[in-house]
């Protein structure tokens, strides 16, 4: 089984409708991180969570809430689904072996906002 | 703020070429500098790590090189596989940053 799991894979939906993504772990780790990635732009970081209570936005975190149900699990709202909001969103988490951080991600969900 | 560039975007090499992929990055205050490999579907899988002490680390055929002052890594692959086709990602970690930016990434493509 994967360590890193999204729920769904794919989706389609229109412009207004609130959407969650789900992510669930099996590793262990307090970190957990939504990221959203555009052709030609690389990785972004919407949200990260260091711990159930810490939850801090990152780049690009308008138009977007998140939520830490448990350790295990960290999902993505998008409150009013937005064309631009189109891609795909991968999350993962880490942990810091030996004091260094390594990012485990999952298989990402490919969001398509009509 | 960090800004990281690959270049190429994309590269087509016959099989069992050695080749190599940039990383530039903006601020030379880092604390690691990451590559990935992303598959399809598969997400991205973590290849080579670099602390900013160090000046390369390896792994199998995969070589990683940084040079802090000048504000660039290099992946160096050697005797390129068809199973090597795939998108190389660059991230940074910056110093006083909690997270990683990201390259836009190289698509790598080895034809048999």
């Known amino acids: 089984d994967a360590d890193v799991t999204q729920t769904p894979r794919n989706r389609i939906t229109k412009t207004g409708k609130r959407i969650m993504l789900e992510c669930s772990q099996t590793k262990g780790h307090d970190r957990m991180y939504w990221y959203r990635q555009d052709p030609g732009l690389g990785l972004r970081l919407i949200y990260y969570s260091f711990d159930v209570k810490d939850i801090n936005k990152g780049e690009i975190s308008d138009g977007y809430s998140v939520s830490r149900q448990a350790q295990a699990k960290f999902s993505l709202s998008l409150e009013s689904a937005i064309p631009n909001q189109t891609a795909l969103y991968f999350c993962?988490?880490?942990?810091?072996?030996?004091?260094?951080?390594?990012?485990?991600f999952g298989p990402g969900t490919r969001l398509l906002v009509l | 703020k960090q800004e990281v560039t690959q270049i190429p975007a994309a590269l087509s090499v016959p099989e069992g070429e050695n080749l190599v992929l940039n990383c530039s990055f903006t601020d030379s205050a880092i604390y690691n500098l990451q590559w990935f490999r992303q598959d399809p579907g598969k997400g991205l899988t973590s290849l080579l790590l670099?602390?900013?002490?160090?000046r390369e680390q390896t792994s199998g055929r995969l070589n990683a090189s940084l040079d802090k002052s000048s504000g660039r890594s290099t992946l160096y692959i050697a005797a390129s596989q068809p199973g090597d086709s795939a998108t190389y990602l660059c991230a940074v970690k910056s110093g006083s940053a909690r997270q990683l930016t990201f390259g836009s990434g190289t698509q790598l493509t080895v034809l048999p």
């Open positions: 993962a988490t880490s942990d810091m072996g030996q004091g260094v951080e390594t990012q485990y």
């Open positions: 670099i602390q900013s002490s160090q």
